[in-house]
């Protein structure tokens, strides 16, 4: 429930500002969310939906700490993922740089 919320989210931000700059940044079970065939528990699959955020810009990226920690494969994500080393220090530079850290 909380990754469809997540990108339900991220869908109205975009719409309401169309030039913001979202990167979606996934670690522990929140990278489950980009997973090859994942769905929320009511059945709605999370791919089109994010297939169609980064059409619109938005970055998505997985620890490659928790891929290792959790002896997942970069093969196993949707073609939208992007990997970052570590998802903490991924959250603290863009927090640096400006972003927000929002959690849905």
């Known amino acids: 429930a909380q ?3 997540g990108l339900r989210n991220v869908r109205n931000h975009i719409e309401t500002d ?5 990167t979606v940044v996934t ?3 929140g ?3 980009l997973l090859e065939g994942a769905k929320s528990a009511n059945g709605t699959e ?3 939906l994010i297939s169609a955020l980064e059409a619109r810009g938005v970055v998505f ?5 928790t891929l290792k920690n959790r002896g997942l ?3 196993q994500f949707l ?3 992007d990997f970052t080393p570590s998802g903490v220090v991924r959250i603290a530079k863009l927090q640096g740089q400006g972003f927000a850290y929002i959690r849905p």
Do not use: M, N, R, S
């Open 79 to 81: 073609q939208e993922a």
């Open 46 to 48: 999370y791919a089109p």
């Open 3 to 5: 990754g469809l919320k």
């Open 31 to 33: 990278v489950d969310l």
């Open 18 to 22: 169309p030039t913001a700059k979202i």
């Open 61 to 65: 990226e997985v620890c490659e700490i």
């Open 73 to 75: 494969k970069k093969e």
């Open 27 to 29: 670690h522990a079970e």
